[in-house]
Structures are given as structure tokens and as C-alpha cells.
């Protein structure tokens, strides 16, 4: 039906009606007096979302491009890297570690598994000469649902002393991510996930130990530069042309989230995975990550029934119900289906997908008590 559209991939996200009317509006002048009201206010509430007394900046650019604002401020060529693969964002992160010149090291994973405590630890124990300089890895593993237990992880890498690059993307705003409380160096995220805005910002803060390090680096970005931006950030404006439209939207954003409440932001993310997780074990399904405590809450990764394929569940969820949930990638695509609740999503949200999907199996002829996940998933929320 016209209009009825839920997006229930990880990203791009439902977007809330007060923010899509905040965006709604003439650009004004990025160099006004009201411009810089308004950055000031984004810049101050970006700190709270990332819990952090660092600045935070923002790029007119993808989740990738916080990644490569990254990475290109802290890297010279040779420098050795460790990057945590659980995933393809994980992944990434090696990928872009390599763009720039660096010695990569891997820790891989097979995908639906975390990076252990003792794994991380036996990497950085045998780096006796602490050449390590950057360990990478990604929170919430959006390709498979997983969530690796950064806090523990990014204080191993604080012991070893080389910096810690945490992909954020799908975590923060949504799931308890603590950046000075957790010693994390460099958090990155992106707008059209937990931010509740439509794609095209990105968020990057570094600590004061990652600031040092990129004032070592030769060849820092031009268009991400650290300083350029901390200049920017301090003096409530963008270095260049920010991104005005979607900057009124990040204002209405972080209204809504400040309104909430943080904590409120993480118990509701949570409560919606735990809710579907529940729902798909009470139908039978499996999950792909199926340790609860190793699962991302923006994120749900699913495994389709024997004899039902991935296309036609997607396919019966968007024709039926204009339910578009998210296909595998790359070596996943088709063996799993994955359910985002990150940002705009309620309980009625979530009931109305547990129902379309019992309804969709159903027509696919897969034998289940009907109603069952419904049941299993109210009971969970209440
Ligand atoms: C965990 C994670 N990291 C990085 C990215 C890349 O973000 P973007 O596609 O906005 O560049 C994504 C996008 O889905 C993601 O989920």
C-alpha cells in the first residue's frame, strides 16, 4: 500500500515525522549566527549520545567515511594494524588499514562469532615490542548479528597501549556504548541507523591519546583532517559546507533521543531484539548468532526454515505486508534474513513483524502453531 513502507533492514531506518519536517525547510547560510546555534546544540548532544567529553565531529559522508576519517588521521605507511574479522565491516576496517600502507594482522572469526577476551589477549601478549600501534573491530556486527564485548576488548588494547578503533555504526544511539568510561579511542557511527536520519552524515570522536598519535601522522586527510575539524567543532561551525538539511535533522534527532533518555534508548533496543529472538526460537527457526549475550540488539540475523528460501520470505513480508527486511551478503546472501530494529521502532513495530512473518510462513506452507511467535514475543516485552 501506498505510504506504508516499514523498513526493517539495519539501515537506512524509519525516520520520525518531526524529523523529516525539520528537514523540510530552505537551507539557510552553513556561516549564519542561526546555523551555528544549531551546530552547537548537535555538536553538544552528539556528546552525550557517544558519552564522551570529546568532541565529536561530523562529515557530510557514509558510515564508511567516519571509517576512513579514521584510519587515514592515525596511519603512516608500515604501520602495523590489527584488525578484529567477524564480519564484513569488520572487514572494512582491514581493508582501508591496507588503502593507507599499513601491515595488517588479522584476528578472522567464522561469521556469527565474536572476537574472546582471551583470543585479543594472546595477540597483543605476543607483541612483545608493542609494535602494534591500532587494534579495529566492529560493536555490532551488521552482516551477521553479532556483537563483540567491546568494553572488554578496548581494555586489553588500553593494557597493550595501542590505540583502539571501534566501529560504532550500528551501536551507537541504540546499544550501551560507553566511550570515555571504556577507554575507547576513536568511535565512529553513521546517521541513518540509531540517529533516526536519513543517510548522509557521520559521526567521528577521538581521545585525546588518538589526537596524539594522528599529530604523528604525515599524510592525514585532507577532507576528514582532525584538525581542521576540531577547529570547526570548537567554533560551532563545519570546515566546509556542512550538510545543512541533514543538520536541521540531527537537531530534531537528538531532541527526540535527549527526550528519551539514553538508558531508556539501550532498555527499548534491547527489549525489541530479545522480543524477536524469543518469537523466532518459539517458531522453530534458528537463530544465526544463538548466544543471546553475543548478539547485537540492533540486529537480528535468521535462518529460514528447511524448504523455504530467503526470497520468498522477504518477497511475502514486502508484497503482503510492505515489510522490507534485509537479505545475507556476500557468502550469506540467501541462507539468512535479517530483521533491523535500530532507532525509530516500537512494540507495535515489532509485534506487527513477528505477526507478517508468521503469516508469510504460513503461506509458504511451513507447519507452525500460528500465533505462537506473537506470544512468545508479547510475553517477552512485558
Ligand atoms: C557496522 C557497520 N559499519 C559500517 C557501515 C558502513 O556504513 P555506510 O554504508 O553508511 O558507509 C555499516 C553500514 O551498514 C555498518 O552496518
Not at 608493542?130 to 576488548?153: F, R
Not at 570522536?205 to 588518538?210: E, F, L, M, T
Not at 513483524?353 to 500460528?370: D, H, M, N, R
Request: aromatic fraction near 8%; charge should be neutral.
Amino acid at each position: 500500500m501506498k505510504d506504508k513502507l516499514f523498513l526493517m533492514i539495519p539501515g537506512p531506518t524509519p525516520v520520525p515525522e518531526t524529523v523529516l519536517l525539520a528537514m523540510a525547510k530552505h537551507p539557510i547560510g552553513h556561516r549564519s549566527g542561526e546555523f551555528e546555534a544549531i551546530l552547537k546544540y548537535c555538536y553538544d548532544g552528539l556528546k552525550e549520545v557517544f558519552q564522551t567529553k570529546n568532541d565529536v565531529f561530523i562529515y557530510a559522508a557514509s558510515g564508511t567515511g567516519a571509517m576512513e576519517a579514521a584510519l587515514s588521521n592515525l596511519i603512516n605507511e608500515g604501520d602495523k594494524v590489527l584488525s578484529l574479522v567477524i564480519g564484513n565491516f569488520g572487514n572494512r576496517w582491514a581493508k582501508i588499514a591496507k588503502s593507507l600502507g599499513a601491515d595488517v594482522q588479522t584476528i578472522d572469526k567464522a561469521y556469527g562469532e565474536t572476537v574472546s577476551v582471551e583470543e585479543l589477549k594472546a595477540v597483543l601478549d605476543a607483541d612483545v615490542n608493542k609494535e602494534i600501534k591500532i587494534v579495529t573491530m566492529t560493536h555490532s556486527e551488521t552482516s551477521t548479528g553479532a556483537k563483540n564485548d567491546i568494553q572488554a576488548l578496548c581494555k586489553l588494547v588500553q593494557e597493550h597501549g595501542a590505540l583502539s578503533v571501534v566501529d560504532g555504526v550500528t551501536s551507537v544511539s541504540a546499544m550501551e556504548v560507553k566511550m570515555d568510561e571504556w577507554g575507547i579511542d576513536v568511535l565512529v557511527s553513521g546517521s541513518q541507523k540509531g540517529f533516526m536520519i536519513p543517510p548522509g552524515l557521520s559521526f567521528l570522536a577521538a581521545s585525546d591519546k588518538a589526537y596524539a598519535v594522528y599529530e604523528q601522522c604525515k599524510h592525514p586527510s585532507f577532507y576528514f583532517d582532525w584538525a581542521a575539524h576540531r577547529k570547526a567543532v570548537r567554533n560551532n561551525t563545519t570546515p566546509y559546507t556542512a550538510a545543512v538539511n541533514l543538520i536541521f535533522a540531527l537537531q530534531a534527532a537528538l531532541e527526540m533521543l535527549k527526550e528519551e533518555g539514553m538508558e531508556k534508548i539501550y532498555a527499548r533496543h534491547k527489549k525489541h531484539a530479545l522480543a524477536i529472538r524469543s518469537a523466532i526460537r518459539a517458531m522453530g527457526l534458528k537463530l544465526f548468532v544463538e548466544d543471546d549475550n553475543k548478539a547485537s540488539y540492533s540486529i537480528t540475523s535468521i535462518l529460514p526454515p528447511e524448504g523455504i528460501s530467503v526470497p520468498d520470505i522477504r518477497s511475502g513480508l514486502k508484497k503482503g505486508y510492505d515489510i522490507i527486511v534485509a537479505n545475507g551478503q556476500n557468502d550469506l546472501k540467501d541462507k539468512i534474513f535479517r530483521m533491523g530494529t535500530l532507532g525509530f521502532v516500537s512494540e507495535r513495530d515489532v509485534l506487527t513483524a513477528i505477526a507478517s512473518l508468521e503469516a508469510v510462513l504460513y503461506k509458504l506452507g511451513y507447519k507452525f502453531e500460528l500465533g505462537i511467535g506473537v506470544k512468545a514475543a508479547i510475553e517477552s516485552m512485558k
